[in-house]
């Protein structure tokens, strides 16, 4: 399957899972494919066919941007190494969860969550530690009994009630001796916490971008390299979609971050280095570098943005 079919196909699963999607674009490389929102959940998106094709660096954005839209990142390929991705299983390239285009389809529309997560040696399962040792104390077993039962050790059996995930063969042993469920399902968009130092991470800024400016107004600036927007604005509880460049190359580009920042409910802004007013195009403020250095304070800035509800196209909205 061509990668343009398999984004047909996200975007077709996640209309008809009753999420709003932002548009198709082709800037490449680029570290995400789409924004899809449903009410409070916010998903950004990266479409490929080989799951270990997504590197670090795009991993640390499609990260990055996740989080600052307060969405959760998500991969969907085809296959992984030589072998095609299970349905029903759950990769992770990165730290972030990878699945099949049939798995999404079961967990958003069929509303059927995986169980299965692959790791090194096969896949695994999740189980209610516990559940187990509930099961276990309430037939007067010790760990050594129960690992007997399941060809495991009783230092396995206490890791399992810690919480230690198990082979899918192990846990069906367990449910079929026990004759009830133990095994965990996974929710795909719950947002595990960033690594530790991973929020931290920076990168060179490029010459130019006036971050020292925009860090006088209490802003942060995170660059990005195959994003729309070059850089996500943050500062307080607001976030700003942001490009940078001569007018040529960002209006071109302003009225997608306009769709993306829609589908988000976020800000957008461009700041062009070759022009000297401020306009706005759909919802993104176009405004020269040298007006932006104008500005006052972010109070000013986010005035003349203007409100994250707004829709310019849809006066109901």
Known sequence: MSQERQLQLVTSVMISAGFEV???FTLRPRSFDLIARNNGTLLVIKVVIHIDSVSEEAAFDLDVIAQHLGGVPLIVGERAREAE????AVYVRYGIYAISVATLYDYFVEKIPPLVYASPGGLYVNINGDVIRELRERQ????????HILGVSRR???KYESGMGTTLEVAIRIEEYFNTGVVESIDI?????AEPGHEGQKRKVGPGVPIEFLEQLGMQLHMLRGAPFQALLTFDKHTIMTGYGPAQKVIKRAALISNLSKIAKKHAMCIITDYHHEKKIGR????GEDRLHHIRD???LLDLIGDVGFDPYNSDS
């Open 85 to 88: 991705l299970e349905r029903g």
């Open 284 to 287: 993104t403020l176009l405004i």
């Open 140 to 147: 007067n077993m010790s760990l050594g009994d129960l690992g």
């Open 298 to 300: 972010s109070s000013e």
């Open 189 to 193: 968009v719950r947002r595990e916490p």
């Open 156 to 158: 396995t059996i206490s």
């Open 22 to 24: 932002s548009e198709k």
